[in-house]
């Protein structure tokens, strides 16, 4: 349980984690050895499949016109990067907030 606590709080301060996960996750910490735990877990864990980005995804987005714009003179170096996570096995992004999440989920199957 500790171990949890601790990948949800790594997650949630995360530059990276949006307000939605971030919610979800302070949530859980809030119910967490409650009786509405189960609840929170559930939430916590659908919020993470919406917001979690899959590799292909960062693939795509760092790649296109988009990307070039949100990332600017990173684009380039971020989609190489992600093509690396992919190519040694990432199914995730591995900013730290998808990494927590990948990481909380993980954890609470």
Known sequence: MNEVIEKVQEMISAPSCCAELKAAGQAYLDAAGTEK?????????????????????????????????????????????AKDVKANGGIYCDCPACAGAAAVMELLK
């Not at 659908?46 to 292909?56: C, N, S, T, V």
């Open 37 to 81: 735990e189960e609840d929170a877990k559930a939430a916590l864990l659908a919020e993470i499949q919406q917001d979690i980005m899959p590799i292909d995804g960062l693939i795509g987005f760092a790649g296109s016109e988009m990307g070039t714009k949100v990332f600017g003179e990173q684009a380039a170096a971020i989609l190489q990067h």
